[in-house]
């Protein structure tokens, strides 16, 4: 079997009802295999107001708004008429992006029938408890997400860090890379603007120490806002820009009162952001992959990031970027300092993490999904054969 003619299920949990990493890289490569050929129904919660129009032939799951979070659905299973259109659909393999009911009961489906499951890990579910003062949660849920994953035939995960967290915590046997590709025609140096940066009140000789994405708590916005409040403290002059919006945007602003709020960008818009920070401070530890971190070095632009899965793999230490333990408030200040006062080092930095970004090709990054995918087919017939 082929890519082409390849009848694929994939289940997503929030696949264009917001814009963020894990929904552009599931279109992406949905995009991807539909242009080789395949066929791919994706269920998932649907929206009256999507952000984006999405790829592939989308059939709404049954959900639930998340509270406090209503732009989030939670799935709660799979309803007749679901389950009629998959039974109808009959494909060769089920995707799931997302540990929650609709998956499980999507992988209770596929195993009653034979079909072959893939999985794969965007995110660190079980570490969002601890940033709403809930950690008591993060045992049960990841043992509740190895119950589901322990049933896939294989996991997909985007960094070689992230690879070794699920086999430590022994999600399952069975787990390669899926990497993450930038579109370097949006991100590059080139689009750096100093007029957009004066519209916004920064001046040509300041330097602005950037945050990337939605504006929640799980991405680190209080290590980010503490380690500004050292800078601050020693009186390093600099800027912070913050381009996205999310449902922490007021917390955040009022951390941090002084700081320069662009707002949601995509496209063009979003490149021009990125590429117009001089330094980019990404402090999360719950991604698998840092999308944001790939965007600012295809920019040019140096990188402060945690010593965690999402970024480890794509910053080298004292090279195009500076990797800090989590927690280390005083470290990450200590890097940023570095950067706003040595400008040498920052154009030095941010021209290796240019050089560095340009392995990440969408196209190649993808066809390791289809590999998979046909794997996992001539495996599962060869065992009923």
Not at 219 to 231: E, M, Q, R, S
Not at 330 to 342: F, K, N
């Amino acid at each position: 079997m082929t890519i082409s003619g390849l009848r694929i299920a994939l289940f997503s949990g929030n696949y264009n009802m917001t814009v963020d990493g894990a929904n552009r890289a599931l279109n992406r490569l949905v995009e991807y295999l539909q242009r080789q050929g395949a066929t791919v129904r994706v269920y998932s919660p649907t929206s009256d107001k999507p952000a984006f129009e999405p790829q592939g032939t989308l059939v709404s799951l049954p959900s639930i708004a998340i509270p406090t979070r209503a732009e989030y659905h939670f799935p709660l299973g799979l309803n007749r008429r679901v389950r009629a259109d998959l039974d109808a659909f009959d494909p060769h393999i089920v995707h799931l992006s997302s540990p929650d009911l609709s998956a499980r009961a999507a992988a209770k489906w596929a195993i009653a029938r034979g079909t072959p499951i893939l999985a794969s890990v965007h995110t660190r579910f079980e570490t969002y408890f601890r940033y709403y003062k809930l950690g008591f949660l993060e045992k049960p849920s990841e043992d509740w997400i190895r119950t589901l994953y322990g049933r896939c035939d294989a996991l997909v995960t985007p960094s070689a860090g992230m690879v070794d967290v699920l086999r430590e915590q022994e999600m399952n046997d069975d787990i390669s890379l899926w990497e993450r590709g930038v579109d370097r025609e949006v991100f590059s140096p080139e689009r750096r603007s100093l007029e957009w940066r004066r519209s916004l009140g920064i001046g040509d000789g300041e330097v602005a120490i950037g945050f990337l994405g939605r504006l929640v708590m799980e991405k680190g916005l209080d290590t980010f806002a503490d380690a500004i409040d050292v800078l601050e403290k020693r009186r390093v002059a600099h800027r912070v820009l913050v381009v996205g919006d999310g449902p922490a945007r007021g917390w955040f602003g009022e951390r941090l009162p002084n700081s320069v709020f662009a707002g949601f960008q995509g496209g063009a818009d979003l490149g021009r952001a990125a590429a117009s920070m001089d330094v980019l401070f990404n402090p999360s530890v719950t991604e698998t992959f840092g999308n944001v971190t790939l965007e600012a070095m295809a920019c040019g632009v140096p990188v402060v990031a945690a010593q965690a899965t999402g970024s480890s793999s794509l910053v080298k230490d004292g090279v195009n970027g500076v990797l800090v333990p989590p927690r280390d408030i005083a470290g990450y200040a200590d890097a940023l300092q570095r950067y706003v006062t040595e400008p040498d080092l920052r154009a030095a930095h941010g021209a290796a993490g240019e050089v560095r970004s340009r392995a990440y090709s969408w196209d190649a990054i993808n066809q390791a999904v289809a590999d998979t995918y046909l794997r996992l087919i001539a495996a599962r017939k060869g065992c009923s054969a």
